[in-house]
């Protein structure tokens, strides 16, 4: 579930004032919960984030075997270096850490591995996600994340009655 600060619930109360189907829905539990199920619904039209969470055990999937048996011993240690320190986690959202793999998977020698990390590292977002996202959101472009995770009918009840 969001928490949002209440800052954030403003600007989504906003958001959803300016939307007139959703506006028009009572200001009731009923209303609510059609509304929070608008906004954890994908964004429509696709609109595409950094995941902020990939476990090492995926990353490690999408790593094409030939390519790692080619990597030098530096870039071996680099790589077991990153799965020590990471907690199990990678953050694609930090440009540093996908740069990180773009680099140990450069050249001739990453042309399997790179896309396929690529691919990894985004989804779409929800329309939640979204409306606080920063960034262009195309495929080719994907924005960072500043709210994750779903909204639920009472928050959205309790900002709907903010002044």
Same mark, same amino acid.
């Given at each position: 579930?969001? &928490? ?5 619930? &403003? ?29 954890? =619904? ?36 680099? =790589? ?13 959202? =930090? ?21 396929? =990390? ?46």
């Amino acid at each position: 579930m969001a &928490l949002l600060t209440p800052a954030q619930a &403003l600007v989504l109360k906003a958001d959803i004032e300016a939307d007139g189907v959703l506006n028009a829905l009572p200001k009731n539990s009923t209303g609510a919960f059609h509304i929070a199920i608008a906004y954890n =619904l994908l964004a429509s039209p696709d609109f595409t984030v950094w995941k902020t969470s990939v476990p090492i055990v995926e990353v490690g999937q999408k790593i094409d075997g030939s390519e790692l048996a080619n990597k030098t011993t530096a870039d071996n240690t680099r =790589l077991q270096t990153i799965v020590q320190l990471s907690g199990g986690f990678i953050n694609p959202s =930090l440009s540093d850490q996908r740069m990180f793999f773009d680099d140990v998977f450069s050249g001739a020698g990453g042309n399997i591995t790179r896309p396929k =990390l690529l691919a990894l590292w985004k989804r779409l977002s929800t329309r939640l996600e979204k409306v606080f996202a920063t960034g262009t959101g195309s495929d080719a472009s994907p924005a960072t994340m500043v709210i994750e995770g779903s909204i639920g009918a009472n928050e959205i009840e309790a900002l709907r009655n903010l002044p």
